[in-house]
């Protein structure tokens, strides 16, 4: 059962591990208007422009927040071996793959704490 959920977890990116495929540029964000985290896929073949006079690649993203729809502007600027080395956010902020993942994950109710046996005074 296990497995079977660790396949649907790695296919569908609902589980615990970060999803990424090699083409991939995958940035954090986080809504400055409600705080939604929203994840932002990139391309790196089709998404990124060459800045000819640095040699730098430029993306550009506009996403909207899916929580209260605020349209979030950023850029961010790779080396050539993609490695970021500028990021400019208007709405929002970027945050790391952790705390994406913790905003994201429902805190667990623990609803079963008082399972104890009740107290044997008769
Ligand atoms: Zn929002």
Known sequence: MGFLRKVIETVFGSGGGEVRDPDGIYLYIKCGRCGAPVRIRADKRHDLQRDYDSGEL??????????????????TRFDARYKIIDQKIDGGEFI?????????????ESQDKEKGAPSGIS
């Open 58 to 75: 430029v993306l550009h993203k506009e996403v909207m927040d899916g929580s209260c729809f605020k349209m979030i502007h950023t850029t």
């Open 96 to 108: 790391s793959w952790e705390e994406y993942k913790q905003l994201t994950t429902p805190i667990k």
